[in-house]
């Protein structure tokens, strides 16, 4: 079946470094996209990015279709941005999304 | 702006038991999601719905209902409640531009 694999599964960072968090699927993917989970449980949506490039805010992400790959690019990293960010595809056959585990980010200050 | 509001926000229910979880949407999604979310797993589809009076099965449906009576409410129902159904339960949305909008999530322990 489908697969979302996310690495790395944890990554600790000091407040102001970058971050490169990767998304890689087993099948073509006509949507893609990145959410971000607080600690708290809540969960937002960040961007929708299928291919190419996008940015939000201090947020990059940079998808290859052909090669069945995101990344989520965090610049100059805040202790808010403490919590897991999760990677989605689309469900084949159908409109909901397959998710990946995640890649818990631990910003300290 | 969207909102999907969940209830209860914790739950505790015995073996056995009938449990309902509530979803409430305020923007009018046709489509509309129910996961449940655990370590190691992540969010797993358990049941969705493309309209009032539609309901579709999901990867993990086994043990779960669905009822979506209007568009704006959207239930999921487990008639004989398990230890293994202990999880946290996520409703969504989903929008005109694929964007989702998620509730904040149940909290459900089966004893």
């Known amino acids: 079946g489908q697969q979302v694999q996310q690495s790395p599964a944890s990554l600790v960072l000091q407040e102001g470094e970058n971050a490169e968090l990767q998304c890689n699927f087993s099948s073509t993917a006509t949507q893609l996209q990145w959410f971000y989970q607080s600690p708290g449980g809540s969960l937002v949506s960040l961007l929708s990015?299928?291919?190419g490039t996008k940015h939000t805010g201090r947020l990059t992400s940079t998808t290859v279709t052909k090669e069945r790959r995101s990344s989520l690019h965090i610049s100059s990293s805040q202790t808010t941005d403490s919590g897991t960010y999760l990677c989605?595809?689309?469900?084949?056959?159908?409109?909901?999304?397959?998710f990946g585990t995640g890649t818990t980010v631990s910003v300290s200050p | 702006e969207a909102a999907v509001t969940q209830s209860p926000r914790n739950k505790v229910a015995v073996t056995g038991g009938k449990v309902t979880l509530s979803c409430n949407q305020t923007?009018?999604?046709?489509?509309m999601y129910w996961y449940r979310q655990d370590t190691g797993h992540g969010l797993r589809l358990i049941h969705y719905?493309?309209?009032?009076?539609?309901?579709e099965k999901g990867d993990i449906p086994d043990g779960y209902k669905a009822s979506r009576p209007s568009q704006e409410n959207f239930s999921l129902i487990l008639e004989l409640a398990t230890p293994s159904q202990t999880s946290v339960y996520f409703c969504?949305?989903?929008?005109?531009?694929?964007?989702?909008?998620f509730g904040s999530g149940t909290r459900l322990l089966v004893i």
């Open positions: 719905s493309y309209g009032a009076g539609s309901t």
């Open positions: 989605a595809i689309d469900r084949q056959g159908g409109r909901a999304l397959i």
């Open positions: 969504a949305g989903q929008g005109a531009c694929s964007d989702y909008t």
């Open positions: 990015n299928p291919s």
């Open positions: 923007n009018n999604h046709n489509n």
